[in-house]
């Protein structure tokens, strides 16, 4: 019996989001760039793991609400958040920890989440380590927490 599921890639603009859906497709299929807010409305990648059919939903990033269509955008992100079977929230390893704690009263419904921390590259293991461990208090909040880089090859 084949299963299917949804899984949002939710973060903040720039966190890596598109990079890591043309990964797990093994096709350059969503617009990446270094400039924020690249991504504009949601689109949907569809990835069989064996019989599990999961379907990633790429959004634009969470931010500020400002302009008219930063709103329609930010509206995207919520609504694929509350949506999905799992979310996976992105978060640059240079970011702070005070951006997951935004993303979780964003997280209304409590949808089930893993935490990537994207761009490991960017710093030293010692800096990692430091990052991971200030996630510890939120502990049994979210599902797993996984380092990531995405190898140079794949996104440029
Ligand atoms: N160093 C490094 N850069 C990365 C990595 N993954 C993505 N990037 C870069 O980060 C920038 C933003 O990547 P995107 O995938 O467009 O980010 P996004 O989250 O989809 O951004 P929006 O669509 O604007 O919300 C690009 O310049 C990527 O090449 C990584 O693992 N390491
Ligand atoms: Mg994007």
Redesign the pocket.
Known sequence: MTRAGFVSLI?R???????LMNSLLGEKIAM???K????RRRSNAIVMHEDTQIIFVDT??LHEREKILNQYMLDEALKAMGDCDLIVY?VPVTDGVEHYEKFLKLNKKRVKHVIVI??I??VSQEKLFKRIASYSPYAQEFEALIPM??PKKT?T
């Not at 603009?13 to 990079?19: D, E, Q």
């Not at 924020?36 to 991504?39: G, L, Q, V, Y």
Request: net charge positive; aromatic share 4%; proline share 8%.
């Open positions: 973060g603009p720039n966190a890596g989001k598109s990079t990446v760039s270094q924020a807010n690249a991504t634009p990033g992105l994207s761009k590259d960017q880089a995405i996104w």
